[in-house]
């Protein structure tokens, strides 16, 4: 599990039990050493990336900060030679354009 994907849910957890399950299986992901934490370099590989979508994307800043989870995710995912599973083909296609990462939509 990628922290970066922890941070999602947990912004979209609509209750308390949601939540309370989330905190069981970030420890449980923890507990087996499962939760992969971006490094430094994951951000600076992210942000020179976001710079390369938005320059043959013409995106703006808006555009470029919604990406920002998905490009950390392809990152480390990356690094670890971890699979990434979206239902985002549209932007995880465009991420691939600049850095090759296991990803299939699913």
């Known amino acids: ?20 399950l989330l905190a069981k299986m970030e420890k449980d992901f923890e507990k087996v050493k499962r939760l992969i934490v971006p490094l430094q ?27 920002v989870n998905d490009v950390l995710i392809a990152m480390t995912a990356a690094r670890t030679g971890t699979m990434v599973l979206t239902e985002n083909a549209r932007d995880f296609s465009r991420i691939e354009e600049f850095r090759k990462f296991k990803w299939k939509v699913g």
């Open 1 to 20: 599990m990628n922290a970066v994907v922890s941070e999602e849910l947990y912004a979209g957890a609509s209750d308390a039990k949601a939540r309370k």
């Open 41 to 67: 370099s994951d951000w600076a590989n992210a942000g020179q990336l976001l710079n390369k979508l938005a320059k043959r994307y013409g995106f703006e800043h808006i555009g470029r900060s919604r990406l």
